[in-house]
């Protein structure tokens, strides 16, 4: 009612701000409290864990960015009002920088007797479901964070227990569009992902469609869904109309069609330095394709293939990637077939390598010897890279 903080003396502020409750409506603190320990003391009261480096070390920033995720995280459809969302824009638009989202609950469902009542003849028991499971629309919320840079989703309900039913995990195609058409109206946005959230083919090549040219987004994670050969298409399209640096597509359902597109797409992009393909089925008719665009790449660091069905002819081109690639310093081989032929092409390969400095092979079956030959040499590579950063400091803060 009296606004005059700002005016007191210090030691008089100081005073004030130590007495003020963190029960004040956030209509009156937001945009008039700017003092770090009133708002450390609105997190310690509020959570049992707080840790204020992952916040860019701002109290401030923690509590509205964990005060609207837990709104959104229980706002049920139809029952939340929408304005208690948007009526905390203006209050906290300036202090919210990533949002991790890892439930959205579904609308309530009709009673039985009323669901029976609303049955027509011609409908169905599915198109009832997927008319009534859309979630809250994050669009009206995302694009009014101007410093909106992170966006962490997961479409399913935590804690169900005993009220566990499949469509309680259902991002339907209606929410897939609101998320899309706001994506692409995010201009800020540098880190997107979208997890456990059966996203299948359709709804991949939507997203990603809104995704293509933006002017900013550097990581995509799309792990952990239903991604097949035609998502993985559109996922090459993105690679080539991108910036894109960290791409994740970690357990999906990636053949070779697939991998052969995402290759295609690899060979002649100058941005993508982490590439995460693990638990997919790309066979080595896949595996090589991405080899032989790792001929020409020069900017991919890090490739992940484990758990991909891979054996000895995969191993054999990676041979000759491993022999002239300049700029690989990872590669994960776990829970492939390799085999001791395979494992005796990678060695030769790497006998002249003096970049790679990570090379999983657990499970891959390429034989003890082999394994700590190409252990021994990783070793001698990584003492190298020590070295040269002790005596070429990187100019940028780690």
């Known amino acids: 009612e009296n606004p005059i903080i700002d005016r007191l003396l210090p030691e008089h502020q100081r005073k004030v701000l130590d007495k003020l409750s963190t029960g004040l409506p956030l209509t009156v603190t937001a945009n008039l409290i700017h003092d770090e320990d009133y708002w450390k003391r609105c997190c310690t009261q509020r959570w049992k864990v707080c840790i204020v480096s992952n916040y860019g070390n ?6 509205f960015e964990r005060h609207l995720e837990n709104i959104l995280k229980c706002f049920i459809p139809n029952v939340t009002d929408p304005k208690q969302v948007l009526e905390l824009i ?43 499971m859309h979630h ?19 479409y399913g309900v935590k804690d169900c227990g005993m009220n566990f039913e499949w469509n309680l995990f259902n991002f339907t195609y209606q929410d897939c569009s609101n998320l899309a058409v706001a994506l692409k109206k995010c201009h800020n946005l540098k880190v997107f992902k979208l997890t456990r959230s059966k996203v299948d083919d359709d709804r991949a090549r939507l997203l990603i469609q809104n995704l293509l040219d933006h002017p900013s987004l ?25 910036k894109l640096e960290i791409l994740d ?51 991919l660091k890090s490739i992940h ?45 790497l006998m002249d390598n003096k970049i790679l400095t990570e090379f999983d092979l657990r499970l891959a079956e390429v034989g003890q010897e082999s394994e700590y030959l190409i252990n021994q040499i990783l070793w001698a590579n990584q003492e190298r890279a020590r ?6 400091p990187s100019a940028k803060p780690l």
């Not at 701002?58 to 509590?63: D, N």
């Not at 890892?102 to 008319?131: A, Y």
């Not at 809250?136 to 997961?154: K, R």
């Not at 999906?252 to 697939?258: A, E, L, S, T, V």
């Open 387 to 392: 070295l040269k950063s002790l005596q070429y």
């Open 90 to 132: 203006p209050l906290c638009k300036e202090y919210v920088w990533r949002l991790e989202i890892d439930q959205f609950l579904p609308p309530l469902m009709l009673d039985q007797k009323e669901e029976e009542e609303d049955f027509d003849d011609s409908g169905s028991d599915f198109e009832l479901n997927e008319v009534s």
């Open 249 to 299: 597509l970690c357990n999906n359902q990636i053949r070779h069609p697939g991998a052969q597109a995402i290759a295609q797409a690899l060979a002649n992009n100058s941005t993508l330095t982490s590439l995460n393909l693990r638990l997919n089925c790309v066979e080595d008719e896949g595996g090589q394709a991405i080899g032989r665009a790792l001929l020409t790449n020069t900017t």
């Open 305 to 349: 293939l484990g758990s991909n069905e891979l054996s000895e002819p995969t191993a054999t081109l990676f041979c000759q990637v491993l022999a002239q690639n300049s700029t690989l310093t990872s590669i994960n081989f776990s829970c492939n077939h390799i085999g001791l032929d395979g494992g005796k092409q990678l060695l030769e390969g």
């Open 136 to 154: 809250y629309d994050l669009g009206p919320l995302i694009t009014a964070l101007p410093h909106l840079e992170e966006l962490n989703l997961t």
């Open 218 to 242: 550097m990581e995509l994670n799309l792990s952990h869904n239903l991604i097949g050969d035609k998502g993985a298409r559109a996922v090459g399209k993105l690679i080539n109309h991108s």
């Open 58 to 63: 701002s109290w401030k920033r923690m509590f």
